[in-house]
């Protein structure tokens, strides 16, 4: 289906003790469809809602910290080449206050009919305890984004087939 999606944290990040957000959060994929499809199966939505496609969706995350988070995408653009959305990790009861946030871009891949997705975002200080130190946030960001990057890979190349319509976006 889909290649398997790696993370990398940046250790060299512009990252204060103090601040609210650990920066540095990375991860890439590729997915099996092409670029042109991308904003229009986003736009449609990745999983079933209430009232047909969302574009949230409540996952179960395994790992270091185990959890259930939301998984909410938002401001979709797209291009000729290339799509773009944000996204937020958020818990599912304290909803709009964001776990980890950033940006998914898709773009063209050199191999036709693939798309390479790229992740960079950050993480809430708090997100596994107040007083953890940076790399264990940084580690459980990068543990999250990548099962994240992983469902939205595999939610895409099943709507391109089940949803052709969507994909012509």
Known sequence: MFAGAFATISQDSDVWGTASVIQGVHAQSVVFIGPESVAGL???GLWRGPQGRASTAELAFTGTCPDRLVVRIGQIR???????????LESPIERFKPKVTGTLEFIEAP???RTKVILQGTADRALVGT??????????????????LDEIAKRL???VTSEPAK???
């Open 78 to 88: 797209s291009s000729k080449r290339s799509a773009s959305c944000s996204f937020q």
């Open 111 to 113: 191999a036709r009919g």
């Open 167 to 169: 994909a012509k976006g």
């Open 131 to 148: 007083q953890a130190p940076t790399e264990a946030v940084r580690g459980v960001a990068n543990e999250y984004v990548r099962q994240m």
């Open 157 to 159: 190349e099943e709507l």
């Open 42 to 44: 986003l736009q449609g």
